[in-house]
């Protein structure tokens, strides 16, 4: 029986369409820079805020109607969810999707009983998945919700909790390699402090290490090929997190010999929480050589928490891309939709008017990236701007030809610098307003 018998498969239709129930931009097979944008997109929708968002607040409870749900967290209800699940996922034309353990599973009494709900889940979960063809972008464990993890799960000070949390990150592991996951990501939701008074921050970081190195060792064990991801975010709910941002990720992973093992999962609504913008946290992970996937989403930047709002801002999406392209693509990762209906939208017909104005939103900045790169106004601009490290001096210096006594003695031969040439910040702006307009 379908959950949502009024909608149709939605189609591209085109820009001129007024249909919300149909693509204006996002066409799966159109080719863009030599690849269809299904593949360079590679679109994935959460589990947790679109099958288990209720749409409450701290000032209220959920509103969401979803009339396929008892609202039990018993183990039949759990499987009927993921028959509905696959029926948005397929009428989205999703290829992927995504989840945390709990989201798809009701944890039990013990941990035995919660493997054993596991099991049945992943069951459920590969019989749609082998019906539907919809695969597995990546699960993750929620070592964040349940009050055993109030103190952190790998950076906890309680050893038992640790070792909890090791047992979960474990049969989720099994879980992800059975259903085919590509990747595996780790998203530390209370690993940080909130006070340094009680805090050893030193025992904290070794112990996760510790944690992502057993993580990779069983994942060699079991098999699994998929790429792990570490998902920076720098607050909320904890005063301080150590996955702060994607520099913070990379020097945690460089300083405990995880480098060759981890890549970096970026989400807009992190990037701004950590003072930075969705474009510079993509530019710092690739070219650190850890950009492996991001969550698709926006933050309301008049408001200082994650409110995980679908993304519809072409600027954004545009920027995004221009970073996803200009480091070859996402590779096993994917454009992850953790959004969340609004409060306000809690009718089951507004999860396919959010995806579809998200998907939209990004094919269109896939498109205008594109259009932008073929120019090469704004890289002609760069490489020219940077043109005295190419020859003379600068080439010297990128050498490491030349040190300070060289240097001193260029100057005092040449008597002063050249002169500077501007910036032509608001120049380029306009430059790429008008690849906005255009597309």
């Known amino acids: 029986m379908s959950a949502f018998p009024d909608i149709d498969k939605i189609e591209y239709e085109g820009p001129d369409s007024d249909n919300p129930l149909a693509f204006r931009w996002y066409n799966p097979d159109e080719m863009v820079e030599g690849k269809s944008m299904k593949d360079h997109l590679r679109f994935s929708i959460v589990y947790w805020h679109t099958f288990r968002g209720t749409g409450s607040d701290p000032f209220g409870p959920g509103t969401a109607v979803r009339p396929w749900d008892d609202g039990s967290d018993s183990v039949d209800n759990a499987v009927k969810r993921v028959r509905v699940a696959f029926e948005l996922f397929e009428k989205l034309q999703a290829p992927y999707y995504a989840f945390h353990d709990r989201d798809v599973s009701p944890e039990g009494s013990t941990l035995a009983e919660s493997h054993k709900n596991f099991d049945t889940l992943a069951a459920a979960l590969k019989e749609e998945q082998e019906r539907s063809g919809v695969k597995l972008l990546w699960g993750t464990c929620n070592l964040f919700s349940h009050p055993r993890y109030m103190h952190g799960a790998a950076t906890s000070c309680n050893a038992d909790v640790f070792a909890y949390a090791a047992s979960e990150v474990k049969k989720c592991l099994e879980v992800t390699n059975e259903l085919g996951g590509e990747n595996y990501v780790f998203w530390g939701g209370r690993e940080g402090y909130q006070n340094l008074y009680n805090t050893d921050m030193k025992r904290e970081l070794d112990n996760l290490g510790r944690f992502l190195h057993m993580a990779v060792d069983y994942a060699q064990k079991i098999g699994f090929k998929g790429q792990f991801l570490i998902e920076p975010k720098p607050k909320e709910p904890t005063k301080h997190q150590y996955d702060s941002d994607a520099a913070a990720c990379m020097n945690f992973l460089r300083a405990y010999d995880l480098q060759d093992h981890f890549k970096l999962n970026i989400e807009t609504n992190h990037a701004t929480l950590a003072g930075h913008t969705m474009m510079h946290e993509l530019d710092y992970a690739g070219l650190q050589g850890g950009l492996g996937s991001i969550d698709a989403n926006t933050g309301d930047l008049l408001l200082g928490w994650d409110t995980d709002q679908f993304p519809t801002d072409y600027y954004l ?99 002063n610098s050249d002169a500077n040439a501007s910036g032509r910040q608001e120049m380029l702006e306009a430059v790429f307003n008008r690849y906005i307009d255009r597309v």
Request: charged letters at 25%.
């Open 317 to 415: 999406t545009t920027q995004t891309m221009l970073m996803i392209l200009k480091h070859g693509g996402l590779g096993s990762g994917g454009v992850n939709f953790d959004a969340k209906v609004r409060r306000e939208s809690f009718e089951p017909i507004d999860l396919f008017f959010a995806h579809i104005g998200g998907m939209d939103a990004f094919a269109k900045g896939l498109k205008i990236a594109a259009a932008i790169r073929a120019d090469n106004k704004l890289d002609g601009f760069v490489k020219e701007r940077y043109a005295s490290w190419d020859t003379g001096i600068g080439a010297k210096i990128e050498a490491g030809e030349v040190g300070l006594e060289q240097l001193q003695q260029y100057m005092l031969e040449k008597g």
